[in-house]
């Protein structure tokens, strides 16, 4: 315990350092979370589209149940039916949709080829293809009830096509959350969560280890009465305590920073992130570990944390979507645990369900990120093993012979 | 308390120990007297079971020495060459801290820890960092956690490099405290001052080898030089430095830069017969002094070398 003590204690007079790299994280987190709040509202309103129908025949039963028909979706804006007229109303959008019963129509219902209705619309908005698809239902109930040769009255006729295009269909909503969406800052968070997670694992393991495996250090070490095992184990301890400190830390500031926002969310949601933080959290202390064994010194630690954070993160995909990025970057950036990390967190803010088949590609995830976890942990084991050997370890120390 | 046998330690082409041997006896303080490069170093190495070695045998307290016996590491302490403290810890952590390695209990490293500040002289100091620290007092404390958990058997590697002279002699009385104190102590140096004032043993290395083991009036009876005389003398005739150098005691006489250097045989003395010759001569001198022969002139007349060559 000796030795995981002296750890602590190292790391304590590092903590201006990390908390310089905390305050900095959190500034950037203020700003992301400024742009990407968003405000979700609890309930919209129906609004309705405005349309027109222009009528140069005579006023039959079927004009008046489709005039009916579009008031209950529509709101009718009355027109004179002239030209000029008619083209300033679309042109300032006074009327999104004008229908045209031209003259005849009614009597040519009953022949082969009957007459067209004519329409003119706003190209392109969702209001004309809604209205256009309200009036060919209409018409099409109406064709359907006549075709069957039924002898009723056209009033009854109408009356019966409007019922059946009120049957609405019951939709029950499978969405698993009664709660509301993530908030995209919260998501934000955490995209860019595993940069800082793997800088400041980094830079608290590596400040151990930089001070530990000074040569006169690890000499004198070896001349006490301690078994290598034991101070292995103080080290490795203590990695493991940094980093659940610092998950801890990154997890509830991001959950204090986006508390307001995260009240409606399915905390199941928030627990996936937590989750996946946590087994990035292994996987930045196995990456921290290994990276160790190479910074020489205190003057490059800050510039390797950086560099291997930077590019990892964005080759990972954590701080511009992956889509941005060409495929030869895609497919390279596979290899990199930030991009399963990223993959993980995408794909729990995109969760509509917690399924099996939901939730299989965010397990599937984690799976990759704890199997490079392991990976790269063994080959730090293996290198340490090899670097610790006392002939090897003390190779590097100036001797008399070096002077 | 130590016993190597033939020990052989290369690196690569270079032989750094030569079937070296060595006994220190329980309670002196044994000086292993060399210039850089000669193998003290590894020598200690080789005997902590830091270095692997090519042959030869090394016992601690009559055991077998090996990195796995945590037995005779446990009575060791280590004051290494090059200042193996931790920049991060205060001067009280790092004493803790290397006195933890030995002494687990809290309640018993405590008092360690203090008497250790306290023998050091570092009481006002205990909670700077080292990077506060002058040479002197980083050397101090380099000595304090290689001694706070009451070694019985302690190896200073060449503990005053780069120490000011008042330093220095706070370590020296501190060494000789500790072996007071009952410690046996391997001091290696090569200051040679150092040394002679300090060790009750010591063996001169050059090259991995040890050339001579003895106390100092041992070392210096096996050479030939006795008494050591130099005159000032502002002009020295070549008649009368020949006179000097046919006196029967002296084996060797020079003029240069104002002064008379004459070297006498072992026991022989020639100061009187020197002076007479210079009055008869009615030749002026200024300073003189007289010194008896030094392990530098041990090592000197062995080797051919001056030892800070």
Redesign the interface.
Known sequence: MKVFKACLLIMKRHKGQILIYLIIFMGIFVVISAFMSTKITPDFSETKPEFTVINRDKETAFTEGLRGFLSNHGTEVILDDKKDVLQDAMFYHATEYILIIPEGFDASLATETPISLEMAAVPGTGDSYYLDNLVNQYWSFINTYQKTGSQMDDEVLVSKALESLSLETSVETMRFSTGQPMDDAYYAYNRVQSYILLVLILLCVSSVTLSFKRPELQMRNLCAPTTVRAKNFGQFLYCGVVSLFVWLLLSVMGIILSAGRLAGTDWRLIGLMLLNSFLFSVTSLAISMLVSHFIKNPNTQNAFANFLGLALSFLGGAFVPLEFLSQSIQAFSRFTPVYWYSKAVTGIYSLTSLDRASLRPIWQAFGIELAFAAAILCVSLALGKYKSRAENSFGSIRTELDS | MIKVKNLVKR?GS?V?LDHFNLEVRDGEIFGLLGP???????AI?CM?????YDKGEISLFQEPMS??N??S??K?G?V??????????TVY?NID??C???V?EKSKRRPLVEEAIEFAGLKEYRKF?PKKLSGGLIRRLNIA?GIAHKPRLIFLDEPTVAVDPQSRNSILEGIKALNAGGATIVYTSHYMEEVEQLCSRIMIMDKGRQIATGTKEELTAMINTGEKLTVEIYSLPLRVLDQIRSLEDVIKAEYSDSHLSAECKTGGHAIIEVLDLLRQNNLKFGLIYSEPPTLNDVFLEITGKQLRD
Not at chain 2, 36 to 42: P, Q
């Open positions: 690196y270079l750094a850089n490069g000669s193998g003290k170093t590894t190495n902590l079971s830091l270095l692997k990195p796995t945590y037995e590491k446990r060791i280590i290494p060459q090059n200042v193996a403290v931790f920049n991060e810890l952590e801290y290397f933890g390695l030995y687990p960092l956690c």
